[in-house]
Antibody
Framework: QLQLQESGPGLVKPSETLSLTCTVS??????????WGWVRQPPGKGLEWIGT???????YYNPSLKSRVTLSVDTSKNQFSLKLDSVTAADTAIYYC????????????WGQGTLVTVSS | QSALTQPASVCGSPGQSITISCTGT?????????VSWFQHHPGKAPKLIIY???NRPSGVSNRFSGSKSGNTASLSISGLQAEDETEYYC??????????FGTGTKVTVL
């Protein structure tokens, strides 16, 4: 059974960089069919797609976050990562990593999510 | 890109059927059969319940069904049960090779 697990600091200071890693177990991140992505949910708000990456490194970003987001993949560790620069309180959210399956928009496996709070 | 529009809340009695709409544009919902629906209990991971407009993943109850007409996709839940009370989100692929979620709908079972 495929499992995804987010990890990283739960508290980040304003103007600094938020860094999270998603570790994939039970399957290879290098499969040619699947993409890997990040979704977040600020407190009291809805889900927001952040970006998606293919194992080759091809990336796709939410236009509203594109200038601050970088996704990367480490196939040797079966992990992919998120970096979000210059964070503000508005970036406080639960961050989820997910697998995009064989069809577009088919996010079929998710991590449990990790709360990241931006505060000094 | 703007979030897809969903009603903030929908309610129904046990056993009834409800429908949640998800309205976008010709650049997302209307342009592709790549609409998914997620059930999201707060504090837990979102669960995929519909993909490609109307397909159900293995293990998802057939009480959930999806459809699309023009720029609006819909999720129907039949035989409403107490366990269905939670949040639901639609998600669509877009012409910019990105994804956009809906605003979310809170389903209440009366």
């Amino acid at each position: 059974q495929l499992q995804l697990q987010e990890s990283g600091p739960g508290l980040v200071k304003p103007s600094e960089t938020l860094s999270l890693t998603c570790t994939v177990s039970g399957g290879s991140i290098s499969g040619s069919t699947y993409y890997w992505g990040w979704v977040r949910q600020p407190p009291g708000k809805g889900l927001e797609w952040i970006g998606t990456i293919f194992y080759t490194g091809s990336t796709y970003y939410n236009p509203s976050l594109k200038s601050r987001v970088t996704l990367s993949v480490d196939t040797s560790k079966n992990q992919f990562s998120l970096k979000l620069d210059s964070v503000t309180a508005a970036d406080t959210a639960i961050y989820y990593c997910a697998r995009r399956g064989s069809s577009r928009a088919k996010f079929d496996y998710w991590g449990q999510g990790t709360l990241v709070t931006v505060s000094s | 890109q703007s979030a897809l529009t969903q009603p903030a809340s929908v309610c129904g009695s046990p056993g009834q059927s409800i429908t949640i709409s998800c309205t976008g544009t010709s650049s997302d919902v209307g342009g592709y059969n790549s609409v998914s629906w997620f059930q999201h209990h707060p504090g837990k991971a979102p669960k995929l319940i519909i993909y490609d407009v109307s397909n159900r993943p293995s293990g998802v109850s057939n009480r959930f069904s999806g459809s699309k007409s023009g720029n609006t996709a819909s999720l129907s839940i039949s035989g409403l049960q107490a366990e269905d009370e939670t949040e639901y989100y639609c998600c669509s692929y877009t012409s910019s090779d990105t994804y956009v979620f809906g605003t979310g709908t809170k389903v209440t079972v009366l």
